[in-house]
């Protein structure tokens, strides 16, 4: 069945514009892809003059980089939550907590996923939120990953190669789910997410030894 489109903004209450040009930008996106964007089609789905978020927004990049860092917050809110209720202080399940909500927060929001991984839609460099937030999840992955060499629980010393191959592996199978291939890929008996979830759990029982 298909998505149901986000009803249109037409207006804001005063002081929250910014805001109003992010969730536009977002509908946007949802609509015709990243090149259906601009900084005045934003103004226009948010019912202002088109040089009312130039006070905000000077350029495409300016405002993709705000919804980026805004997706990047909730993205990071989300891992370290499941992180913080792994039960056992096992860092493999640590490690294997942040690929599953990894997945699940990109299956959930394929158009944030898609803004935060297109590195040429943003200014990464210039945005101080997004790389803070990107390195406080890589920083959970990889703690968990020192831990485990600690007590000699992988079965490679590379930890470098370990997690690169991770981030390969839910970045991978992420964009597969939200690109549709697991129509034809997911595992007889099981759905979509299912399917990237168990591949995720088989690749952590590769590692360790």
């Known amino acids: 069945?298909?998505?149901?489109?986000?009803?249109?903004?037409?207006?804001?209450?005063?002081?929250?514009?910014?805001?109003?040009?992010?969730?536009?930008?977002?509908?946007?996106?949802?609509?015709?892809?990243p090149d259906n964007v601009s900084v005045r089609e934003a103004a226009k789905r948010a019912g202002v003059s088109p040089g009312a978020p130039f006070r905000h927004f000077s350029n495409k990049t300016a405002l993709m980089t705000a919804v980026a860092e805004q997706a990047m917050s909730r993205f990071r809110s989300e891992i370290t939550d499941a992180v913080e209720k792994v039960a056992t202080d096992d860092p493999i399940e640590r490690f294997a907590a942040v690929g599953i909500a990894y997945l699940r927060w990109a299956i959930r929001n394929p158009t944030h996923f898609q803004i935060i991984s297109t590195r040429n839609l943003?200014?990464?460099d210039a945005s101080e939120s997004l790389r803070h937030d990107n390195q406080a999840v890589r920083s959970l992955m990889e703690a968990s990953m020192a831990e485990a060499q600690r007590r000699n629980m992988l079965r490679s010393d590379d930890m470098a190669e370990t997690q690169i191959a991770a981030r390969a592996l839910v970045y991978g199978l992420a964009r597969m789910y939200i690109d549709g291939h697991f129509a034809q890929w997911a595992v007889a008996g099981h759905t979509g997410e299912q399917t990237v979830q168990n591949v995720l759990k088989h690749f952590v029982t590769l590692i360790v030894k």
């Open 1 to 33: 069945m298909a998505k149901a489109k986000a009803p249109h903004r037409t207006g804001y209450h005063h002081g929250n514009l910014r805001e109003v040009l992010i969730d536009a930008a977002v509908q946007l996106v949802e609509e015709g892809g």
């Open 122 to 124: 943003i200014d990464w």
